[in-house]
C-alpha cells in the first residue's frame, strides 16, 4: 500500500505506510495536492514552530502575488469565517484574537468547569448503560463536548442540535481535494452559523449573559466577523478532537484488551491513558502550513509559495521518539505526541478536552464494567479529520 488519503484500506490503517515514510522518504512531494509530505517527528515539530510556516499567507500577498489561484467566488461565505478566526491567521491578529480568548481558557477557569462536565458525562452514561449500550459515538461522546461549547458560548438549549451538523459540515471542507458537493454543504454550514452567531451576539450586546458570547460581544476591538469565526472555530475545535479521540481510543482499548483491563483496574493512570489514546491514533491525521520563505527540511529543499502536510499520525508513531511506538501503553509516562499541535497554533482548548476526556473514559469505566463491543466499526471517508462512524457497544 502507499500513501493514499482516499482509499478506504489506507485510512483504517495508515501505520505501516507512515513506516515506510520515515525510513525511506520522510520528506516526499505528493503530486495529487502538490504538498510535501513531513513524516517525522523531529521534523513535524520544529516545523510547527517555524515562523517561515503560517497557516496563511494572506497577511504578506495575494493569492496571486504568492503564485496561488483565488478560491472560487462562491466559497467567499465560508472563508470569510474562517479567516476571521485565530487558527487561520497569523500575528499581529492571531496574538490579538489569542490575547482576547485565552481569558475563558486560563487554568483556574476550565478547572472550574471540571464538575459541570463530570454532571454532564454522568448523566449521559447512566442513560447509557440503563439501555443496556448502543452506539457509544452518538449517544455519549457527540453529546459531551457539544453541550460544554454550547453552555460556554451561551447557545440556548433549543438551538443546540444545529452545532453538530453545522460543524461537520463545515469540517468537509479541510479533507484534501473536497468534492463539489463537500465544498457547497461547507459554504451552507458556515453561512448558516455565521448568521445564527450574528443574531445570538446582537441579543447578549443588547442584554448580556454570563456567558461567551455575550463576553465577546462587549468587546470592541473585536469585530463581528472575529466573534463568528472564534466561535465557530471553538465549536469545530472544542468537539471535532474530543468525539474522535473517544471513539477512536474505545476502538484501540478494545483491540488491546489487556490494557483495558490494566486501565479498569487501576483508574489513576486516567490522565497518562488519555495522552497515550490522542499518541497511539490521532484524530488530526494531518495539518497542513504554507512556506512563507524558502526552507530546507531534511536536506530536501522546498520553496516558498508550496504547502506542507505535517503527518501527526506518522509522527505519534516515531520509534525515534517513542519506545514501542506500535505498543498501546496506558502507562506510558513520556510521551511528547503532537496531537494537540505546537507552536503558536497549540490548541487552546487542550487542557478542557483533557477534563472531558479523562471524565468520560472515567464514567464509562466506573459505571460499565463490562463494556463490550458488539461489532467491528467502519471509519468514515475522510483523512485529515480521522474518525469511526459509530462504535457500537453492549453494557451488561
Same mark, same amino acid.
Given at each position: 500500500?502507499?500513501?493514499?488519503?482516499?482509499?478506504?484500506?489506507?485510512?483504517?490503517?495508515?501505520?505501516?505506510?507512515?513506516?515506510?515514510?520515515?525510513?525511506?522518504?520522510?520528506?516526499?512531494?505528493?503530486?495529487?495536492?502538490?504538498?510535501?509530505?513531513?513524516?517525522?517527528?523531529?521534523?513535524?515539530?520544529?516545523?510547527?514552530?517555524?515562523?517561515?510556516?503560517?497557516?496563511?499567507?494572506?497577511?504578506?500577498?495575494?493569492?496571486?502575488?504568492?503564485?496561488?489561484?483565488?478560491?472560487?467566488?462562491?466559497?467567499?461565505?465560508?472563508?470569510?469565517?474562517?479567516?476571521?478566526?485565530?487558527?487561520?491567521?497569523?500575528?499581529?491578529?492571531?496574538?490579538?484574537?489569542?490575547?482576547?480568548?485565552?481569558?475563558?481558557?486560563? #487554568?483556574?477557569?476550565?478547572?472550574?468547569?471540571?464538575?459541570?462536565?463530570?454532571?454532564?458525562?454522568?448523566?449521559?452514561?447512566?442513560?447509557?448503560?440503563?439501555?443496556?449500550?448502543?452506539?457509544?459515538?452518538?449517544?455519549?461522546?457527540? #453529546?459531551?463536548?457539544?453541550?460544554?461549547?454550547?453552555?460556554?458560548?451561551?447557545?440556548?438549549?433549543?438551538?443546540?442540535?444545529?452545532?453538530? #451538523?453545522?460543524?461537520?459540515?463545515?469540517?468537509?471542507?479541510?479533507?484534501?481535494?473536497?468534492?463539489?458537493?463537500?465544498?457547497?454543504?461547507?459554504?451552507?454550514?458556515?453561512?448558516?452559523?455565521?448568521?445564527?452567531?450574528?443574531?445570538?451576539?446582537?441579543?447578549?450586546?443588547?442584554?448580556?449573559?454570563?456567558?461567551?458570547?455575550?463576553?465577546?460581544?462587549?468587546?470592541?476591538?473585536?469585530?463581528?466577523?472575529?466573534?463568528?469565526?472564534?466561535?465557530?472555530?471553538?465549536?469545530?475545535?472544542?468537539?471535532?478532537?474530543?468525539?474522535?479521540?473517544?471513539?477512536?481510543?474505545?476502538?484501540?482499548?478494545?483491540?488491546?484488551?489487556?490494557?483495558?483491563?490494566?486501565?479498569?483496574?487501576?483508574?489513576?493512570?486516567?490522565?497518562?491513558?488519555?495522552?497515550?489514546?490522542?499518541?497511539?491514533?490521532?484524530?488530526?491525521?494531518?495539518?497542513?502550513?504554507?512556506?512563507?520563505?524558502?526552507?530546507?527540511?531534511?536536506?530536501?529543499?522546498?520553496?516558498?509559495?508550496?504547502?506542507?502536510?505535517?503527518?501527526?499520525?506518522?509522527?505519534?508513531?516515531?520509534?525515534?521518539?517513542?519506545?514501542?511506538?506500535?505498543?498501546?501503553?496506558?502507562?506510558?509516562?513520556?510521551?511528547?505526541?503532537?496531537?494537540?499541535?505546537?507552536?503558536?497554533?497549540?490548541?487552546?482548548?487542550?487542557?478542557?478536552?483533557?477534563?472531558?476526556?479523562?471524565?468520560?473514559?472515567?464514567?464509562?469505566?466506573?459505571?460499565?464494567?463490562?463494556?463490550?463491543?458488539?461489532?467491528?466499526?467502519?471509519?468514515?471517508?475522510?483523512?485529515?479529520?480521522?474518525?469511526?462512524?459509530?462504535?457500537?457497544?453492549?453494557?451488561?
Amino acid at each position: 500500500m502507499r500513501f493514499d488519503p482516499w482509499n478506504p484500506d489506507f485510512v483504517a490503517s495508515p501505520y505501516a505506510v507512515y513506516d515506510e515514510l520515515r525510513r525511506e522518504a520522510p520528506v516526499s512531494f505528493f503530486e495529487p495536492t502538490g504538498q510535501w509530505l513531513i513524516a517525522r517527528h523531529a521534523d513535524v515539530n520544529a516545523l510547527l514552530r517555524d515562523r517561515r510556516l503560517g497557516r496563511s499567507y494572506l497577511h504578506l500577498a495575494t493569492h496571486e502575488e504568492f503564485g496561488r489561484e483565488p478560491e472560487p467566488d462562491f466559497q467567499e461565505p465560508f472563508w470569510r469565517v474562517i479567516r476571521a478566526g485565530m487558527l487561520d491567521v497569523e500575528p499581529p491578529v492571531h496574538t490579538r484574537l489569542r490575547r482576547l480568548v485565552s481569558k475563558a481558557f486560563t #487554568p483556574r477557569m476550565v478547572e472550574s468547569m471540571r464538575p459541570r462536565v463530570r454532571a454532564i458525562v454522568e448523566g449521559l452514561v447512566d442513560d447509557f448503560v440503563e439501555k443496556g449500550g448502543g452506539d457509544l459515538i452518538a449517544e455519549v461522546a457527540e #453529546p459531551l463536548p457539544v453541550t460544554v461549547i454550547a453552555e460556554m458560548l451561551g447557545v440556548p438549549d433549543a438551538d443546540r442540535h444545529l452545532l453538530r #451538523p453545522w460543524s461537520a459540515d463545515i469540517c468537509g471542507m479541510y479533507e484534501l481535494n473536497p468534492s463539489q458537493e463537500a465544498q457547497h454543504t461547507a459554504v451552507r454550514a458556515a453561512s448558516e452559523f455565521s448568521d445564527y452567531l450574528k443574531g445570538l451576539a446582537r441579543a447578549r450586546r443588547a442584554a448580556p449573559g454570563e456567558d461567551l458570547i455575550s463576553a465577546l460581544a462587549q468587546i470592541e476591538e473585536l469585530t463581528e466577523d472575529e466573534l463568528v469565526g472564534t466561535c465557530v472555530l471553538l465549536l469545530n475545535a472544542g468537539h471535532e478532537a474530543t468525539v474522535n479521540v473517544t471513539g477512536n481510543g474505545w476502538w484501540s482499548l478494545f483491540r488491546n484488551p489487556s490494557e483495558l483491563v490494566r486501565l479498569r483496574e487501576d483508574l489513576s493512570l486516567l490522565p497518562t491513558a488519555v495522552e497515550e489514546l490522542m499518541r497511539y491514533d490521532t484524530p488530526l491525521q494531518m495539518f497542513e502550513r504554507w512556506v512563507l520563505e524558502d526552507i530546507e527540511v531534511g536536506g530536501v529543499s522546498i520553496p516558498k509559495g508550496v504547502e506542507i502536510a505535517l503527518l501527526f499520525g506518522s509522527a505519534n508513531r516515531d520509534p525515534e521518539v517513542f519506545d514501542r511506538p506500535d505498543t498501546l501503553d496506558v502507562g506510558r509516562a513520556d510521551n511528547p505526541h503532537i496531537s494537540f499541535g505546537a507552536g503558536i497554533h497549540f490548541c487552546l482548548g487542550a487542557p478542557l478536552a483533557r477534563i472531558e476526556l479523562v471524565e468520560s473514559f472515567g464514567a464509562l469505566l466506573r459505571r460499565a464494567p463490562d463494556i463490550a463491543l458488539v461489532e467491528e466499526p467502519e471509519w468514515n471517508p475522510g483523512y485529515i479529520i480521522r474518525g469511526l462512524r459509530s462504535l457500537d457497544v453492549s453494557c451488561g
